[in-house]
């Protein structure tokens, strides 16, 4: 049986006015996603690894809406230093998977691609993925990468 590809639930680029080394190593440090992401309540380091490490493990404290807390384990199963870091989480109802593509825009500039997609394989699962997470993260996903660029370039001055 062929693995179903993972659901794309949306995907935005960007360019910031940083180098691609300081962006990958931003992103690739979990624990900097609550200072940019909507409703990340924490982000706590489940080991030792470093960074950016294939197998790093977190657990994500976030809003939901309605206001409910969920608590979700996020891991790294990807990293490319600097062109590519993916991480995927445990929440049940979405399994989701998050990639950071990378790629020098110039010497003090890096365009992001940001893509969040969904591993569930259950064709219903799938629609509800799409009907209920997709708007929601995408209209998460516009303020998270205002966010992210913002804190980006910040960190440079």
């Given amino acids: ?19 691609i080394e300081s962006v990958f190593d931003f992103v690739s440090d979990h624990e ?15 080991d030792d690894s470093p960074p950016g490490a294939i197998g790093k ?3 994500e ?5 309605g206001g409910r807390l969920q608590e979700i384990r996020i891991e790294t199963v990807r990293s490319e ?7 995927e989480g445990d929440y049940a109802p979405l ?20 893509t969040f997609r969904s591993r569930l394989a259950s064709p219903i699962r799938r629609l ?8 929601i993260l995408k209209r998460q996903a516009v303020v ?11 960190a440079a001055g």
């Avoid at 230093?81 to 991480?87: A, H, I, Y």
């Fill in 1 to 19: 049986m062929t693995q179903q590809a993972p659901l794309l639930l949306t995907r935005l680029t960007g360019t910031v006015a940083r180098p």
């Fill in 32 to 46: 900097n996603y609550q200072r940019w992401y909507p409703g990340v309540e924490s982000v706590t380091a489940l």
């Fill in 57 to 59: 493990a977190y657990v």
């Fill in 61 to 65: 404290i976030i809003r939901m809406p």
């Fill in 81 to 87: 230093r600097p062109v590519l870091f993916v991480t």
């Fill in 95 to 114: 399994l989701p998977q998050m990639s950071f593509e990378l790629a020098a825009a110039g010497p003090d500039e890096t365009q992001i691609t940001w």
């Fill in 128 to 135: 509800m993925a799409r009907l209920l997470f997709r708007p």
């Fill in 144 to 154: 998270a990468m205002a966010n992210l660029t913002r804190c980006l370039e910040q």
